[in-house]
T-cell receptor
Framework: DAGITQSPRYKITETGRQVTLMCHQT?????MFWYRQDLGHGLRLIYY???????DKGEVPDGYVVSRSKTENFPLTLESATRSQTSVYFC?????????????FGQGTRLTVV | SQELEQSPQSLIVQEGKNLTINCTSS?????LYWYKQKYGEGLIFLMM?????EEKSHEKITAKLDEKKQQSSLHITASQPSHAGIYLC????????FGAGTRLTVKP
């Protein structure tokens, strides 16, 4: 199916564990983004990528690692999960022409760190 | 980095009333997105504005980007319960940052 998919949709993990959230898009969009959403904070940018092998920090990158070896995938890894990383995570992608059109969002991953 | 500030943070209106949500940028906007979200769900694209003075409409929702391109307003006419949700503005830059959102409640 065409689109942008996140997996898993729900995840419970323990403090200190490593966890990876997956994001896959089928359009070959150049840009991809990771956000976290917490009550009262809207969407906060964690990392973004303009192309394969190019990644940049956003507003709240600490405690997160990303990679983009293939255009269609943009995994987000929490190296050692903390309770403050309990949140809803959204992945997004935007076309190669740049941000002149709609950006597409995944359905989100709800992560709980206990 | 570009900061987007939305106002108000939350809004409660009676069904049928008009309302306006504002989005102010700390820097010139080269493009601005408006999205709607039911809390915890995915984002629904409403519209994108690029040119100063540009105005777009989607059903009963109208958004405008001011000429100086540092502020946008989103106006809902004759609000309905289906308009309830979180409205988010985002800058169409390489690092696509968003405001904190405006939570809209529409009372029947």
């Amino acid at each position: 199916d065409a689109g942008i998919t996140q997996s898993p949709r729900y995840k419970i993990t323990e403090t200190g564990r490593q966890v990876t959230l997956m994001c896959h898009q089928t359009w070959s969009h150049s840009y991809m983004f990771w956000y976290r959403q917490d009550l009262g904070h809207g969407l906060r940018l964690i990392y973004y990528s303009a192309a394969a092998d190019i990644t940049d920090k956003g507003e709240v990158p600490d405690g997160y690692v990303v990679s983009r070896s293939k255009t269609e995938n943009f995994p987000l890894t929490l190296e050692s999960a903390t309770r403050s990383q309990t949140s809803v995570y959204f992945c997004a992608s935007a076309p190669p022409s740049g941000l002149n059109t709609e950006a597409f969002f995944g359905q989100g991953t709800r992560l709980t760190v206990v | 980095s570009q900061e987007l500030e939305q106002s108000p943070q939350s809004l409660i209106v009676q069904e049928g009333k008009n309302l306006t949500i504002n989005c102010t940028s700390s820097k010139t906007l080269y493009g601005l997105y408006w999205y709607k979200q039911k809390y915890g769900e995915g984002l629904i694209f409403l519209m994108m504005l690029q040119k100063g003075g540009e105005e777009k409409s989607h059903e009963k929702i109208t958004a405008k980007l001011d000429e100086k391109k540092q502020q946008s307003s989103l106006h809902i006419t004759a609000s309905q319960p289906s308009h309830a949700g979180i409205y988010l503005c985002g800058a169409a830059n390489n690092d696509m940052r968003f405001g904190a959102g405006t939570r809209l409640t529409v009372k029947p």
